[in-house]
């Protein structure tokens, strides 16, 4: 009878997981819609949407309109029923936002503060997310967590941040920074959530490369939907392959790595070292900036070859410079076109679909997929 009983309830709970779901993918559907998208009878759909309206999950959103009798309610969940904070750990500072159920997001904070391994700093970031949560007025039993993205490698088990060149640290327990936190977190290597988020907003895509280029240099691998991290949590640091021998030195203490070439920081310009002046001296035809992009370039285009020539996939182009670089996005698809060997075009390179705060909503979303499985 126990055995009964459980699968019974086992039963119940993934025809509710499945009205959702469908709710969720299809957003202003009719009772009846979900009747024979999924084949459960009525009544069963009934009962699951009784049980997802009393948990406040579903709202009516208007009727369609009626072919012949009553007009059938639209239903459909409710985005901010249940929420999540983001937060990027950058060298100088902190970005804070949220999203909801949807993965819409909400306005980001930036909090000017330089990384630092201590208690100090995690007391810091936690009274931060408490700040943000109070000023956006939302409801705190409604957050599902936190998830955190750090320019580094993490120990498989999340629990260590072993080298993080751009932060200037290593062999950093992950405690120190999220012990304060009143939530759950979740923390993830920025590349490895940038490609996650990419994946999340390209439902066509699911084998992909991901290459950031911000102040650090990092990457992702994603086959058939599944994330690649190599034997020691490493993989895909495309930052880090070399390009010349004995060439420039990396923030990683080595010398002829990617990251060294192209690292925006390689662009920073002027007292501030701003990358926007850069490329705003650029567009006016400035000579030195000029000599420094065509450079930039040549190595940028010689990774994106060497990625593409290993892993023969979609590219994706983040980070930070994916903010600057459309108007040069078309050069750089010709350039590449001219070094490739087996193909005429670079039609497999796409610029990232988000401007700013992708490893932040990439570790949200960890939260949300995770809620939507299990609702």
Known sequence: MKRTTATTTDLKLINRNKVYRYIYENDNVSKQDIVLALGLSLPTVSQNLTEL????????????????GRKPKKISIIPDARMVIGVE?????????????KGNTYPSERLELT??????YGRFLADEIENYIQSKAMNPETILGVGISIPGVLSEDKKHLINAPTLKARHVSIDALTKYIAHETFIENDANASAFAELHSRKEMETLAFLSASEGVGGAFTY??????????????FGHMTVVNGGKQCACGKSGCLEAYISTSVLAYGKDRRVDTFFKKL??????CKEIWEEYLTFLCMGINNIRTIFDCDIILGGTLARYIGDYFEDMKQRLSKIAVFEENADYLHLSNYTSNASAIGTA?????QFIKTV
């Open 115 to 120: 990384f630092e391994p201590s208690e100090h």
């Open 365 to 369: 979303l960890h939260f949300t997929d």
């Open 283 to 288: 567009k006016e035809g400035d000579s030195s």
């Open 224 to 237: 058939n939907g599944v994330s690649y991290t190599g034997r020691n949590n490493r993989g895909a640091e």
């Open 89 to 101: 750990i950058k060298m100088g500072h902190i970005n804070i936002l949220s999203i909801d159920l």
């Open 53 to 68: 309206f009393d948990l406040g999950l579903l709202c009516y959103a208007g009727k369609f309109e009626s072919s012949g």
